[in-house]
């Protein structure tokens, strides 16, 4: 035996399945014979090659796990990895097969939350906090930061501490007992069928089943149904409360115990023309409804599965969604269906997510399947590259029911009966023998409400009553702009603010730009650009696109975001509509013609509309800018924001940062001290005084890690910054910076 605990803190740490889709456990004979063996003849051959005598190696096992955890994990099923042994490798024979270890077994095996790997060999690089703590707890049986994990990006929305803001997604829990209740009935589907027409006598929603087509030409009830079809039900264009009916009917059926969703926010459904996942029966592959229960079971047992068994479901998984992929009536509506069975492990390519990942998170979606559609490889490829990005804090989405809820907040969409993708797929005759026509209907996309609320629980440190003022100083002006020193949270607050004047996280509704020396006329409201073919065209700007939208939708308030509106020249940069910014101006008859003419050559006069709002941001240490032009500060309110560390600066910190709580206090004063230095100033003023986001973790601190952090900031951030603010007494910067850390 050896001591494993030792090693090059550089070097990779090798965790590795002992099953690799074998049903008998290999753990025994790997410790008895001092090895580690790959059991494959055509995967991992590289990576084992790659494995370097010294370096360490574990042997898991990973499951998921819903009952008996050492933490609330409020419904979900959560990954675990068991580690069983421990060693240190001790030679490699190059063959891509085997390599020797010095084994010490662990007598009971060590349990490992959340970050767990479905492949069968996983190289962990230390340096990262996850990867840190795997081998600490692996090697050193450390104990598990439990709580860090529950409240990161990735975990957050199931498992965090944040509670209220994050039940918008308690309905998946209901989706994944629906889905794991209908598998019962896989090979019953006759006693599913005769429930379901039991319920359609009651809710009338349901008569849509009633219009299947059977061989020998009479009409009547499905006589067989795919599970993608009976969660469909209730996924269709209606009101909130037939969805719910419907829901709670077919639990009630399935004898699911989970309370039926009180909203389904961000879940896609499907085209009322198209609710079916088949043909009608006269029309139907004796296989096909086989081979969409074949997809359903293969995907809840891929979702499900971890670490060794995890490749294998992978391969059934694709093999059963190629067998019902393209069929008729099968498109882009299997991802859907995959993705209310197991909404935190299988994506929705519905038509507004692929949008999304596309356009927004710039992921390309291969089509290499039937009718330029994704394949099994295409779908599985798009999941792979977003899995790891959404572990990003900074990613735009942190899971694929937030993925889904962004792309699905959108302004209202009408779904019209000539729709082009639905024609491509169903002829006018099978519409109306699947189900019928039914009437236009307008789908208002459940996006959650945002309020003054939201932004105090996000982490904002000012006063309900100071957030109110600003809010109506907004609707009353148009136009407001924040102004204060660096790090007071300005852009921030900006988006928030926009947010909460809309009513809601509608990010379509939102346009932000940066101003800059070199923005210009014609970047901002309208210009000649290249076209791409050698020429130019007119294109409109960030604005002039705002004002259209706006327009358009004269109900919905947009709000236009301009951060460091002081770098840019604002008069030039907003030209003759400058002067249509007034709040008491925004009517047609103050229109003006603009610089340049429309795309079809006529001048039309232009308007800013009432429901067109502008928020900037300022900063006002910066001393390299100019001051605000008299004829922009007439036209919006001003605000000023200051440092803000007091009670619910630490509150946050503590509770939502991890800093430790008796260091917060001190952290505390010691800001205040500089700021009342650079205050006193003459030069400085507090203008120039340092925000509390400088002192705000943007992650979840480590426990333990309070006063390394605090030194980091203070040596990397806050130095450079008083080196600027104190250049000519270099001195006096210096000392500032050792106060700050004086006995610390």
Same mark, same amino acid.
């Given at each position: 035996m050896t001591n494993t605990s030792k090693g090059t803190s550089a070097q990779p740490v090798w965790f590795v399945g002992a099953a690799y889709g074998k049903t008998d456990d290999q753990t025994q004979r790997f410790l008895s014979e001092g090895i580690w063996e790959n059991g494959y003849n055509d995967k991992h051959? #590289? /990576?084992?090659?790659?494995?370097?005598? @010294?370096?360490? $190696?574990?042997?898991?096992? *990973?499951?998921?796990? /819903?009952?008996? !955890?050492?933490?609330?994990?409020? @419904?979900?099923?959560v990954s675990v990895m068991a580690i069983k042994a421990i060693g240190v490798i001790t030679e490699n024979r190059n063959d891509g097969k085997q390599v020797s270890v010095s084994w010490t077994p662990l007598q009971p095996g060590r349990k490992w939350f959340f970050y767990t790997h479905r492949g069968t060999i996983w190289r962990v690089v &230390?340096? %990262?906090?996850?990867? #840190? @703590?795997? $081998?600490? /707890?692996?090697?050193? %049986?450390?104990?598990?930061? $439990?709580?860090?994990?529950?409240?990161?990006?990735y975990w957050r929305a199931r498992f965090g501490s944040q509670g209220a803001g994050l039940e918008k997604f308690a309905w998946t829990r209901f989706y994944m007992a629906i889905a794991d209740g209908l598998l019962e009935y896989r090979h019953n589907r006759k006693a599913l069928v005769a429930g379901l027409q039991e319920i359609s006598t009651r809710v009338a929603a349901l008569g849509y089943l009633h219009a299947d087509t059977y061989p020998n030409g009479e009409r009547g009830f499905v006589r067989d149904i795919c599970p993608f079809t009976v969660m469909g039900a209730f996924n269709r264009q209606t009101t909130e409360i037939n969805r719910q009916t419907i829901a709670a009917e077919i639990a009630k059926f399935l004898g699911v115990d989970q309370s039926v969703p009180k909203s389904f926010e961000g879940v896609p459904v499907l085209h009322n023309l198209k609710s079916w996942f088949f043909p009608p029966e006269n029309k139907r592959d004796a296989d096909h409804v086989d081979s969409l229960w074949d997809t359903f079971a293969a995907a809840v047992v891929y979702a499900? *599965?971890? @670490?060794?068994?995890?490749?294998v479901a992978r391969a059934a998984f694709a093999k059963a969604f190629e067998n019902s992929n393209g069929r008729l009536g099968v498109a882009w509506n299997l991802t859907m269906g995959l993705y209310w069975a197991r909404p935190w492990a299988l994506l929705s390519l519905d038509e507004l997510s692929r949008k999304f990942i596309r356009n927004t998170l710039a992921i390309a979606i291969n089509t290499n399947g039937p009718s330029k559609r994704c394949n099994a490889l295409d779908y599985l490829q798009v999941t792979d590259i977003l899995e &790891?990005?959404?572990?990003?804090?900074?990613?735009? =989405?942190?899971?694929?029911?937030? !993925?889904s809820l962004q792309a699905w907040s959108f302004e209202p969409e009408v779904i019209l009966d000539n729709d082009e993708e639905l024609q491509e797929e169903l002829s006018a005759d099978e519409a109306l023998e699947v189900g019928g026509v039914e009437e236009t209907i307008v789908v208002y996309s459940a996006i959650p409400a945002y309020t003054l609320d939201d932004i105090l629980i996000e982490g904002c440190f000012l006063e309900y009553v100071e957030l109110e003022s600003m809010l109506v100083r907004l609707r009353e002006k148009k136009n407001l702009i924040l102004q204060g020193p660096p790090g007071t949270g300005k852009t921030w607050l900006a988006k928030r603010l926009a947010f909460a004047l809309i009513g809601s996280r509608d990010i379509k509704k939102i346009r932000s730009v940066q101003f800059h020396p070199n923005l210009s006329?014609?970047?901002?409201v309208r210009g000649w650009r290249p076209n791409g073919q050698g020429g130019l065209a007119l294109a409109e700007g960030v604005f002039m696109e705002a004002i259209k939208a706006a327009l358009k939708t004269p109900d919905s308030t947009f709000v236009v975001v301009i951060e460091e509106i002081n770098r840019g020249n604002p008069a030039q940069i907003f030209g003759e509509l400058l002067t249509l910014l007034e709040a008491g101006k925004r009517t047609p008859s103050e229109a003006l013609e603009l610089s340049y003419p429309d795309s079809d050559g006529n001048r039309t006069s232009v308007h800013i509309p009432e429901n067109l709002h502008v928020i900037g941001t300022?900063? $006002? =240490? +910066?001393?390299?800018? =100019? /001051?605000? +032009? !008299? =004829? !922009?500060?007439?036209?919006f309110a001003f605000i000023g924001l200051t440092p803000r560390l007091g009670n619910r600066w630490r509150k946050w910190v503590i509770e939502q940062a991890g800093v430790d709580a008796r260091l917060a206090q001190d952290i505390e004063q010691r800001m205040a001290q500089l700021n009342a230095k650079i205050a006193e100033d003459d030069r400085l003023g507090q203008q120039f005084q340092i925000g509390h986001s400088y002192v705000t973790p943007s992650n979840l601190l480590e426990a333990g890690t309070t006063r390394d952090w605090f030194i980091r900031v203070v040596e990397t951030e806050i130095s450079p910054l008083l080196d600027e603010y104190w250049a000519d007494t270099p001195a006096r910067a210096k000392e500032a910076v050792a106060n700050l850390l004086l006995g610390w």
């Open positions: 051959l #590289d /990576l084992v090659r790659s494995m370097q005598v @010294g370096e360490r $190696i574990a042997i898991k096992s *990973s499951y998921t796990q /819903l009952h008996d !955890l050492p933490f609330d994990n409020r @419904g979900n099923r &230390p340096g %990262d906090w996850k990867n #840190d @703590g795997l $081998i600490a /707890l692996t090697f050193d %049986d450390a104990p598990q930061d $439990i709580q860090r994990f529950c409240n990161a990006p499900d *599965s971890e @670490g060794d068994q995890g490749e &790891p990005r959404f572990q990003e804090p900074s990613y735009p =989405a942190h899971s694929f029911p937030e !993925l006329y014609e970047d901002f300022m900063n $006002i =240490a +910066d001393r390299s800018l =100019a /001051l605000v +032009d !008299l =004829a !922009l500060r007439r036209r």
